[in-house]
T-cell receptor
Framework: DQQVKQNSPSLSVQEGRISILNCDYTNSMFDYFLWYKKYPAEGPTFLIS?????DKNEDGRFTVFLNKSAKHLSLHIVPSQPGDSAVYFCAASYQGGKLIFGQGTELSVKP | NAGVTQTPKFQVLKTGQSMTLQCAQDMNHEYMSWYRQDPGMGLRLIHY???????DQGEVPNGYNVSRSTTEDFPLRLLSAAPSQTSVYFCASSSPSQGLLYEQYFGPGTRLTVT
């Protein structure tokens, strides 16, 4: 039973436009949500996070939105750049720091 | 700071063989975790440790053993390798005392193939 789902395996966006990556979760006990970025042959790197008591967190070009009633999380990247091309994983925290990851979305930003 | 290091980078095993994947971190992080990444499955937690001498099971612990005798090291042991354990393995660390309970730092991964 997948508690964190990323239903789009891939997304292609033009450089300069907005990228929107989506994530759904089922467990209302999750208290913290994160996005990680992963390049091929490297480990994931932390990108941005949001506590369950907030609905928005912004860091430069990256904004994460949390809709608790819909159990939905999204990551907005504006403007998208070719260097943003990577696999993006959303993750949810439970039991004090353990993470459950989604399947990942591969973002391709075309020049 | 080397961060989180993992050895080996690549490994091929025959079914039934045993081996240990090594993980070390030099950031004095209390928490360490092992994940496996499979196509279409994301990363799944295998085992978890909140400090030396303390370990806990994650989502997919069967077939794997861990121990944590020091803060720095968290080896993952495959007791009798099976083809289903073919995967990419990532080690990660985090530190509640440094305000990093949730943000985990990942190593570069070990690609394991079991034939």
């Amino acid at each position: 039973d997948q508690q964190v789902k990323q239903n789009s395996p891939s997304l292609s966006v033009q450089e300069g436009r907005i990228s929107i990556l989506n994530c759904d979760y089922t467990n209302s006990m999750f208290d913290y949500f994160l996005w990680y970025k992963k390049y091929p042959a490297e480990g994931p790197t932390f990108l941005i996070s949001i506590s369950s008591i907030k609905d928005k967190n912004e860091d430069g070009r990256f904004t994460v939105f949390l809709n608790k009633s819909a159990k939905h999380l999204s990551l907005h990247i504006v403007p998208s750049q070719p260097g943003d091309s990577a696999v993006y994983f959303c993750a949810a925290s439970y039991q004090g720091g353990k993470l459950i990851f989604g399947q990942g979305t591969e973002l391709s930003v075309k020049p | 700071n080397a961060g989180v290091t993992q050895t080996p980078k690549f490994q091929v095993l025959k079914t039934g063989q045993s081996m240990t994947l090594q993980c070390a971190q030099d950031m004095n992080h209390e928490y360490m975790s092992w994940y496996r990444q499979d196509p279409g499955m994301g990363l799944r937690l295998i085992h978890y440790s909140v400090g030396a001498g303390i370990t806990d099971q994650g989502e997919v612990p069967n077939g794997y053993n861990v121990s944590r005798s020091t803060t720095e090291d968290f080896p993952l042991r495959l007791l009798s390798a099976a083809p289903s354990q073919t995967s990419v393995y990532f080690c990660a660390s985090s530190s509640p005392s440094q305000g990093l309970l949730y943000e985990q730092y990942f190593g570069p991964g070990t690609r394991l193939t079991v034939t």
